[in-house]
């Protein structure tokens, strides 16, 4: 599945972002698309993740309170809203899908090698 990612760009600390991806083909119920994000310099790390056939989400410590991942099953786009953005909001957003057989516990979400196809990354940078 091809995922295309959307909405990057600046943002005053404090402001808001909503980032959309795409996916070319149908998300089942036991997928998951998720966002992770690379900073410059540091490794890939985990945002949120998004269940389809419930919409159950977990998200990174850092982002609780602050941002919020939906889906929208008719379009096969996932959203995430970024709110109260900071400095360490700064990375290379990438959307990704995770495709199960059967329904996944939300700490699998986390796991980025469990996720088969990835978007190209759009760029979110918050200025201080």
């Known amino acids: 599945v091809q995922l295309q990612a959307s909405g990057g760009g600046l943002v005053q600390a404090g402001g808001s972002l909503r980032l959309s991806c795409a996916a070319s083909?149908?998300?089942?119920?036991?997928?998951?698309m998720g966002w992770f994000r690379q900073a410059p310099g540091k490794e890939r790390e985990f945002v949120a993740g998004i269940r389809w056939r419930d919409g159950r989400a977990n998200y990174r410590d850092a982002v609780k309170g602050r941002f919020t991942i939906s889906r929208d099953s008719a379009r096969n786009r996932v959203d995430l809203q970024m709110n109260s953005m900071n400095s360490e909001d700064t990375a290379v957003y990438y959307c990704?899908?995770?495709?199960?057989?059967?329904?996944?516990?939300?700490?699998?979400?986390?796991?980025?090698?469990?996720?088969?196809?990835w978007g190209q990354g759009t760029l979110v940078t918050v200025s201080s």
């Open positions: 990704a899908v995770q495709r199960n057989d059967q329904m996944t516990s939300i700490g699998s979400f986390q796991s980025a090698s469990l996720y088969g196809d």
């Open positions: 083909q149908p998300i089942f119920n036991n997928d998951v």
